[in-house]
């Protein structure tokens, strides 16, 4: 039994719904879906009705691009309970439900009858990723210098909240709280879209774009919540990295021209990351 992680499939695409499809079936192992699925609702029925017959059971976590909202469509928290909704409905676990306990093998080195949760969060992201010298008021004119304006801005709503920032930090002062509630002995997987680590993040191309990924409030929290892995996406840049003894794991798949590059032309599948049990130190 294995724990399997993809994010930024994107399925708008066709041809990452021609990749999605061709996943075979993974008997017991449990799969993490990792945000950036799609841009709509049918998006994310599509992905869950083609994955959820081939994995005993889906972990969902919502990325920026499942919360844009079209006109006439729900907007912040009420287009991401529409999805959670939808998961629900599916059976399929959400950052709005209990951390389950990973009943499989263990990661090497952990003792046996150690307590891991799996922890799907969604914490969105404060603008504090960016230089010390750019104030938070003028971080979009920073970005824009280099012609870099994230779609978020006009897509995704912070209703009803007064902006981003603030559903950010709401995120994050809830999901403080329900970490720290876990077992002192208890070791986790915490599961985000965004990067938890400024020094993870890897876009070179586009390096204004790093406002939009993610929050320094969460610097730590591989520590602090007794991580054994971090799972992120957002970036496109699928990577494994350690920090402080816990594996960082970038899981994207990205957009037909990214994956081309380092998949080829026509890959059979495209690449799950193992998670659990994974690697040792």
């Known amino acids: 039994m294995r724990l399997w992680a993809i994010s930024d499939i994107h399925v708008g695409h066709p041809e990452n719904r021609d990749l999605i499809q061709a996943i075979p079936n993974h008997g017991p192992d449990w799969l993490i879906l990792g945000g950036d699925l799609g841009e709509t609702l049918d998006h994310l029925d599509f992905v869950l009705d083609t994955l959820g017959p081939q994995f005993a059971k889906l972990l969902w976590i919502p990325g920026n691009h499942d919360l844009w909202s079209r006109p006439g469509d729900p907007q912040g928290e009420d287009k991401y309970?529409?999805?959670?909704?939808?998961?629900?409905?599916?059976?399929?676990?959400?950052?709005?439900?209990?951390?389950?306990?990973?009943?499989?093998?263990l990661p090497p080195g952990l003792e046996p009858g150690t307590s891991l949760y799996l922890a799907p969060l969604?914490?969105?992201?404060?603008?504090?990723?960016?230089?010390?010298?750019?104030?938070l008021e003028g971080v979009l004119d920073w970005t824009m210098e280099e012609h870099i304006l994230c779609a978020d801005e006009r897509l995704l709503h912070p209703h009803p909240h007064l902006s981003r920032v603030d559903w950010c930090h709401a995120r994050v002062a809830e999901t403080e709280v329900r970490l720290s509630a876990l077992p002192a002995e208890a070791r986790t997987v915490l599961i985000n879209h965004w990067p938890m680590r400024q020094d993870l993040l890897f876009i070179r191309r586009v390096p204004r774009f790093s406002p939009w990924c993610g929050t320094p409030l969460t610097e730590d929290w591989h520590r602090r919540f007794r991580a054994v892995a971090v799972v992120t996406g957002h970036q496109h840049v699928p990577r494994t990295d350690w920090r402080d003894g816990t594996r960082f794991e970038e899981v994207s798949l990205g957009y037909p021209r990214e994956w081309r590059r380092w998949l080829g032309e026509s890959p059979p599948t495209p690449p799950l990351r193992e998670i659990l049990p994974g690697p040792a130190v």
């Open 81 to 105: 309970h529409q999805l959670v909704e939808a998961c629900r409905l599916r059976g399929v676990l959400t950052p709005e439900d209990p951390y389950p306990l990973w009943p499989g093998p």
């Open 122 to 135: 969604f914490l969105l992201y404060d603008y504090g990723f960016r230089p010390a010298e750019v104030s």
